[in-house]
Nanobody, 124 residues
Framework: QVQLVESGGGLVQAGGSLRLSCVFS????????AGWFRQAPGKEREFVAA????????YYTDPVKGRFTISRHNVKNTSYLQMNNLKPEDTAVYYC?????????????????WGRGTQVTVSS
């Protein structure tokens, strides 16, 4: 059974930074592309970023380009989302996700495996 557990959310002022972590278990982590999604109150869940199985390819939604960085550590079975220059509109529940490995990554509409989410709140 694949499990994904997020951590690192919290309350931060606009312009601040947070780093989210997601630990994978139950499947070989290098067989999985990793991603992050978010859902703001009253809105649909949206794709944020993805990284391929090797960590060499990444993809971001336009609103976070230049501010967020996705990465992974295959020995630690962990993916990360470094979020800098946070804005109030980044406030959401952030979900870690995983999908079978491919070389390329893009704008995912969904993934096979999901975490339970971690709250990120950015105050103005």
């Amino acid at each position: 059974q694949v499990q994904l557990v997020e951590s690192g959310g919290g309350l931060v002022q606009a312009g601040g930074s947070l780093r989210l972590s997601c630990v994978f278990s139950g499947r070989t982590f290098s067989d999985i592309n990793a991603g992050w999604f978010r859902q703001a109150p009253g809105k649909e869940r949206e794709f944020v970023a993805a990284v391929n199985w090797s960590g060499e390819k990444t993809y971001y939604t336009d609103p976070v380009k230049g501010r967020f960085t996705i990465s992974r550590h295959n020995v630690k079975n962990t993916s990360y989302l470094q979020m800098n220059n946070l804005k109030p509109e980044d406030t959401a529940v952030y979900y870690c996700a995983g999908d079978p490995a491919t070389e390329e990554v893009g704008n995912y509409s969904g993934m096979r495996y999901w975490g339970r989410g971690t709250q990120v709140t950015v105050s103005s």
